[in-house]
């Protein structure tokens, strides 16, 4: 009955699949352990507590020779976090910029942007990362070039030094300092702490303007003014704690044989950054052209008739229904760059594959900890953000229902 029976078939060869996964998984389990009471070894993460004995040459959160692994773990964790976001936002730019212009009216600009798809696109990833870290280490001069009267470099707007040892650029500092925070794992100051919550309040605030705007519009017909009140809202208690603060920028210059001050971003930094926002904005253009070409031509008419420009048109009227095509191989993309940030091992920068995944593993032989370690916590990245995109996209599509 169980297999003739159209009820129960189903759900018995369910539980066979599920018995003959779990018989794979045990035996799988079982053969590792074995393996590893061959080789002498344990299962145990105890390594992270031991000293790593190396150093990051970037970090966002203070870190020495003497802490611990896991510490190491973090600092490159927070790195690769922060080349993700930085690559994600460019890239997001870049490709929104070109998907929208390959579909200009001016046929120059239509085959530039052709050309910059189809060439960035059909290159391997490594390729250009690797370009991008020549030109950034051979291609710019030295810090020595900044000095004297003779010197054949100048600092841009006498602010900005693109040296082959990292770019130099200002430092945000206050005159009134209020201390740190403790957390444990790092001590953000409590300035930027501060910072930030204005920030989102600010942002908060603003979405509540928006709203009511929104209410009054569907109530009359007749939208409110909010310009000058988001501009008030977004800038002016930003100002007001900045001046409080005693906010002031902290500029780099030439002292000795480097640029001392101001914030350094190494090359390596650079050449990831670059290589993965326009790589992977090649790859977003086309989804951006995709999801305009999807909406209907009576759309655009329509806008037109209304007496809306090209652009008031396409940021108004096609971008947002696009957006519905667009965001979910956007979803992807962003996936991609999370993961393509382990590449970073072939410029020499620090992220969670060079430090946890690199010189751990060789220091202390725990491969498959290390492994496993490395495994679920860009899982975790990857769910976190398609978990965060798949809201707004569900939402953005629950909007657009509703129009």
């Given at each position: ?65 003497q802490m611990t692994h896991g510490r190491a773990a973090i600092v490159g964790l927070l790195n690769t ?133 929104d209410r009054v519009q569907s109530q009359t017909g007749i939208r409110p003014v909010t310009w000058w ?132 593993i060789n220091q202390t032989g725990r491969e498959l900890e290390g492994m496993l370690l490395i495994m ?28």
């Amino acid at each position: 009955m169980l297999l003739n029976d159209s009820r129960y078939r189903s759900c018995t060869i369910q539980v066979f699949v599920l018995m003959c996964l779990m018989l794979g998984i045990a035996w799988l389990v079982d053969n590792t352990i074995r393996n590893l009471a061959l080789l002498g070894k344990d299962f145990s993460f105890s390594f992270l507590w031991s000293t790593a004995g190396y150093d990051i040459n970037q970090r966002l959160i203070e870190y020495d020779t003497q802490m611990t692994h896991g510490r190491a773990a973090i600092v490159g964790l927070l790195n690769t976090v922060v080349l993700a976001v930085l690559s994600c936002a460019w890239a997001t730019i870049i490709g929104v910029t070109a998907g929208v212009l390959r579909l200009s009216s001016n046929p120059i600009v239509a085959r530039l942007m052709t050309v910059y798809v189809e060439l960035f696109r059909n290159i391997p990833l490594l390729l250009w990362i690797l370009v991008f870290g020549a030109i950034m280490s051979e291609a710019v001069p030295a810090p020595s070039a900044f000095r004297g009267d003779n010197a054949t470099a100048s600092m841009i707007f006498g602010a900005v030094a693109i040296t082959n040892r990292g770019v130099f650029i200002p430092e945000p500092l206050f005159a009134r300092n209020l201390g740190t925070l403790d957390l444990g794992i790092a001590q953000p100051s409590l300035n930027i702490v501060f910072l930030l919550m204005v920030v989102l309040a600010c942002v908060f605030a603003n979405r509540a303007v928006h709203n009511h705007a929104d209410r009054v519009q569907s109530q009359t017909g007749i939208r409110p003014v909010t310009w000058w009140k988001s501009a008030i809202i977004l800038t002016a208690p930003l100002l007001l704690l900045l001046w409080a603060f005693g906010f002031h920028l902290g500029y780099p210059e030439l002292r000795g044989f480097n640029f001392q001050g101001g914030l350094q971003l190494r090359n390596a930094l650079i050449a990831m950054w670059l290589g993965l926002s326009i790589y992977t904005g090649a790859f977003i253009a086309e989804n951006v052209r995709a999801g305009i070409l999807a909406i209907s031509k009576g759309q655009t008419e329509a806008a037109h008739a209304l007496g809306l420009g090209p652009a008031k048109t396409m940021r108004l009227v096609i971008l947002p229904q696009a957006l519905r095509v667009i965001v979910p191989p956007l979803i992807s993309q962003y996936l991609n760059i999370t993961k393509n940030t382990s590449l970073g091992l072939a410029v020499g920068y620090m992220d969670l594959r060079s430090t946890l995944g690199g010189i751990t593993i060789n220091q202390t032989g725990r491969e498959l900890e290390g492994m496993l370690l490395i495994m679920l916590i860009y899982l975790s990245l990857s769910l976190i953000i398609s978990g965060s995109m798949n809201v707004y996209n569900a939402r953005h599509r629950a909007e657009g229902a509703l129009i």
